[in-house]
């Protein structure tokens, strides 16, 4: 099992030379701070940063070799986490096209059978109740133009 | 003293008490509630203060940084579940009196002793920060830009478990901050001709995404554990004038304590109560009594913990950089309302300054009486369950993203920034110093930049100031602290 602080380090190490190599496309403008300095200085500290943060885990991967973790992995966590982005998702898009008043029941309900509420009235009332609570504060008090479907 | 008499004028508006009470109750509830902590109460409180004057914003936030600075005693006390991780010294001996059936004698002293130290710092807060604010406005361009190198270095290093984890989790924000227009050359960077990216991440939903977002993806995780439930009846709220007068010999000190840690930039509630704790234990007659159900132990990190929320607000107020991790998220949405914090807020807006002032004062007293009134319904407060409570917490915070400004690109980036938030903080990278980059980093460019227009380019002129030199030390100073703090916890652990 790779440490997550390897796994991390590297990420960042590419993040960060990244940004750096992008900062070369950045005109040269000389008035008081050019725009490459600030990236380039971040991204510099970042790089240093992340290798030793890699430095640290291959550390202690080498202290803790042969007693070999088994990574937990919960199913159903993941699924109920990728259903979720996915529903959230979805809704942004169908927002504009239904209105804030059909597609933010859907979503409630849809969220709130992911968090394992079962009682199928709870589910009603609150995604019913919380839309109408938030469209009148919103829509009403606060005038919030929130998307509309054709008549309201 | 005219400027407070206008200050009570303004809050004791019924609009305004009302808002602020809203503001106390809303954090006392956060706060009580294990999984909401102050900061994402602030966040959920974005949406409405968008529409609100920046007074009364503000007020109703302080509230809830009171609020939930207090009621995370309560589930400390009643399931030895601390509601905020100020709290977590309040389970030590709030938890054995709970389970011999003092659960109501418990939350009452930390009532008292949480509206003690409210009181204590809060008047700490009037006299300090003018005369800070003050000195303050001799500040240039040089002394901005090292004060901001300073906020974030000190958050990055006290703030998280692992040195290198909190400066990483900082330069990444400063990085997300560079994205889009150059505030002094005009040049949009990072962005691709992608006119999303052109304006650079809006802050805000960075925020609701790294703090509210992620917080509901790690309640995900945690579906199908029994929450706990404290069923014994609650009587007898008030101490004996017998043990009063033992308390507030412990308040005071801890309060003075809490106060002065809330003051310096990158600590907060958490440090400030256990520091308190083990004092009181230090001076205590018979400490062997402490973890068995003290009540001083309840008093000592209560008064402290709510010591910090006035001295944090200080160096907030006065220099723009936040004293822990809740003023830090507060910064964010007070620039959303119009109010720069720093010392020209003093002069130029005395009426928000003041109407903090008072209002601060006020929202103890609020917790005073709520405390005392609600005792009875908290243990009901605790069996929100967690099903219900997270998805209308994600549509407030949807609505939240959109209505800024009314664009669905906003929700998106919440979001995005929510799986990103969820994996950091799983991993030990925490969002605070994260955060403080983003709304610092721009900051310190523009103050850099006009330092050097100023000076015709000359970079020696970042080293000029005595005052910026002190900070740039204090920058290092405290790195080179929390690496050795971290150096002797490690060999304890190992021990």
């Known amino acids: ?152 | 003293m005219t400027g407070l008499i206008e200050g009570l004028a303004f809050v004791y508006q019924p609009l305004n008490l009302f808002f602020l009470l809203i503001g106390v109750c809303g954090g006392i509830l956060v706060g009580a509630l294990p999984g909401l902590s102050g900061s994402v109460g602030i966040i959920l409180l974005i949406p409405f203060l968008y529409y609100m004057d920046p007074a009364m914003a503000l007020l109703m936030m302080c509230g809830m940084f009171c609020g939930s600075m207090y009621g995370g005693s309560i589930s400390a006390i009643l399931i030895s579940t601390p509601g905020t991780p100020s709290a977590a010294a309040t389970i030590l001996d709030g938890y054995p009196l709970a389970q011999k059936g003092q659960a109501g004698k418990a939350i009452g002293v930390a009532t008292i002793a949480s509206t003690a130290g409210g009181i204590i710092s809060t008047l700490c807060m009037i006299f300090i920060s003018p005369q800070l604010a003050r000195f303050a406005l001799k500040f240039g361009p040089e002394e901005y830009f090292a004060l901001m190198i300073f906020g974030l270095t000190v958050i990055a290093s006290v703030a998280s478990k692992s040195l290198i984890k909190g400066l990483i989790s900082g330069f990444l924000g400063l990085l997300i901050a560079s994205v889009g227009i150059d505030e002094l050359t005009g040049y949009a960077r990072f962005s691709f001709n992608n006119p999303n990216l052109m304006t650079g991440f809006p802050m805000l939903s960075v925020l609701i995404g790294l703090f509210a977002f992620s917080q509901i993806f790690i309640e995900l995780g945690n579906i199908g554990k029994k929450a706990d439930l404290y069923k014994q009846k609650i009587k007898g709220v008030l101490p004996t004038w017998k043990e009063f007068k033992q308390l507030i010999s412990v308040i005071i000190p801890a309060s003075f304590l809490g106060t002065i840690i809330g003051i310096i930039p990158g600590t907060g509630g958490a440090i400030a109560s256990f520091m308190a704790y083990n004092e009181a234990k230090r001076f205590s007659k018979n400490p062997e009594t402490f973890g068995k159900g003290n009540l001083i132990g309840i008093a000592a990190p209560e008064a402290a913990n709510n010591g910090t929320t006035g001295g944090a607000m200080i160096p907030l107020l006065t220099l723009g950089i936040p004293g822990d991790v809740i003023t830090a998220v507060m910064l964010g949405p007070l620039m959303l309302i119009g109010v720069r914090p720093g010392p020209l807020l003093f002069t130029q807006n005395p009426l928000v300054i003041n109407s903090l002032f008072v209002g601060f004062m006020t929202a103890q007293f609020l917790i005073l009486i709520l405390g005392f009134i609600s005792v009875k319904v908290f243990p009901h407060v605790l069996k929100v369950p967690v099903s219900i409570l997270f998805p209308i917490i994600m549509a407030l915070c949807f609505l939240g993203a959109f209505s800024l400004n009314n664009s669905i690109y906003d929700m998106f980036i919440a979001l995005i920034f929510g799986v990103i938030g969820y994996f950091m903080r799983k991993h030990g990278f925490e969002v605070a110093p994260m955060i403080l980059g983003v709304i610092l980093g721009p900051l310190a460019e523009r103050e850099l930049g006009k330092a050097l227009i100023i000076s015709h380019g000359n970079w020696f002129t970042l080293i000029n100031s005595p005052i910026a030199i002190f900070f740039y030390v204090i920058s290092i100073a405290s790195v080179v602290y929390s690496m050795i703090r971290l150096k002797s916890m490690r060999k304890k652990n190992i021990e």
């Open chain 1, 1 to 152: 099992m790779i440490k997550n602080e390897i796994i991390y380090g590297t990420l960042f190490l590419l993040i960060s030379i990244l940004f750096f190599a992008l900062t070369f496309q950045f005109p040269d403008i000389t008035i008081a701070l050019s725009p490459k300095v600030f990236p380039r200085f971040v991204s510099s500290c970042l790089f240093i940063l992340s290798l030793a943060l890699i430095f640290q885990g291959i550390k202690k991967q080498i202290q803790e070799k042969g007693e070999l973790k088994k990574l937990e992995i919960n199913k159903v966590f993941i699924i109920r986490f990728i259903l979720l982005f996915v529903f959230a998702v979805i809704y942004m898009n169908i927002l504009e096209f239904l209105g804030y008043v059909i597609a933010t029941p859907l979503f409630i309900a849809i969220s709130l059978i992911i968090f394992n509420e079962k009682r199928w009235y709870i589910i009603v009332l609150i995604s019913i109740l919380t839309t109408l609570v938030l469209y009148a504060i919103f829509r009403i008090v606060f005038r919030v133009p929130l998307p509309r479907f054709i008549f309201w």
